[in-house]
């Protein structure tokens, strides 16, 4: 399976237009492996999901910043973040 079927498929992308746009965008091809595609991939939906616009999502998950998530003590903080504490 290649990796615009792939997008479509883990419910990155709904069909194969955005799947090719999202993967030009996000300079998929430039990665080595899928495993390293689909983490950016998946990076980029979460950032469009928590109501980044298309082109910020795009360069924030090429430069791997993560989503801010909200916390209990209601700070905003970065997944990274909630992953340390």
Same mark, same amino acid.
């Given at each position: 399976m290649?990796? @615009?079927e792939?997008? @479509?498929e883990?419910? @990155?992308a709904k069909? @194969?237009?955005q799947s090719a746009n999202i993967a030009n965008?996000?300079?998929l091809a430039e990665l080595k492996t899928d495993?390293?595609?689909i983490a950016r991939a998946r990076l980029y939906r979460d950032h469009r999901n928590s109501g980044?616009?298309?082109r910020t999502a795009f360069e924030k998950a090429i430069a791997g910043e993560g989503v801010p998530v909200p916390m209990f003590d209601g700070v905003m903080h970065t997944?990274?973040?909630a992953e340390r504490e």
């Open positions: 290649n990796i @615009i792939k997008l @479509i883990d419910g @990155i069909n @194969i237009f965008g996000l300079k495993d390293e595609r980044e616009t298309s997944t990274e973040q």
